[in-house]
């Protein structure tokens, strides 16, 4: 079953509101502590891309061809991060945390080739490569649970995700071609941006705490992180042809693109933004954070 993003601003933006109210409250009551952790994340629920190549051969007589479509499974949940959090216990086995710099970045890198031969000989060879960067700042409260045993402690939280999440795309086609009266060679590139948007996610995670030393302590976690972006709008914000830039060149349907849940195929034309359906990128992931905690006022 599926939560309306729109219900769920409305139950999680209080409950992290009042988690930090709650903080800054107990600032007075002496329990506060920060927890500067950095770590590794992996990829999971994954999306599926499709990387298109085509391979062409005509003579007068047949045309072969031979197509290859291929889906590829890409997240921006993979690689480095760096999160703080900022803590106050409620009694010995209870606290609420705010996680106030949450950051998750990645890249995702497309790749399709079409090799056209023609029956005397004239080639042309199209290769395209595309980059998407997906980026994601946000906060997270939880609530811990932990226990004590022997000079370890051990802990389980959970909590909301509200993340600022958005997109960056960047593109180069270079084409080869041997017919006459052709550009024997052509190089258009562009940068698209995607409108960032506010989702809602959820993590959970589990840890081992060790004291170090007076008011400081050390820490590994394992944390799952459940968040996707759904963009809802595309722009392109510069287009090169051979080294020159050509933006003006371009029609409104070819510089913006609207996400939406249907579209018929009249709703596309020149003087208006390109339509196409919805889809999701996930920035979940599971993977292991190291750090410290140290108690500010004790």
Known sequence: MHIKTSIMRKIFLPITIISFLFIINTISAQKLYIKPAFGYSFGVHKTFLSVYNLYSEMS??????????????VSFGNGFNFEVALGTHINDNMAIELIGFLHQSGEIELESKEELIFYKGYRVSINDKILIEGFMYGINPN?????DKEKMKYYLKAGPILGMLSMKETGEMKIFNTIPGYYRSEISSFKAEYKKQLN?????????????????????????????????????????????????????????????DSYASADNTENSPT?????????????????????ILN
């Open 60 to 73: 007068p007589d047949t045309t072969i061809n031979s197509e290859y479509l291929t889906a590829k499974e």
């Open 143 to 147: 609530l811990l649970y932990s226990l």
């Open 200 to 260: 809602i996610g959820i993590s959970v995670s589990c840890g081992a705490e060790i004291r170090l030393m007076n008011n400081v302590y050390g820490f590994v976690e394992l944390k799952y992180e459940n968040i996707r972006y759904i963009p809802l709008e595309r722009e392109v914000v510069e287009y090169k042809f051979n080294d020159k830039m050509e933006l003006s060149s371009l029609t409104t349907s070819e510089i913006f693109t609207e996400y939406v």
């Open 275 to 295: 339509k196409r359906l919805k889809s999701s990128y996930s920035f979940s992931s599971i993977g292991f954070l190291c750090g410290i905690r140290i108690n």
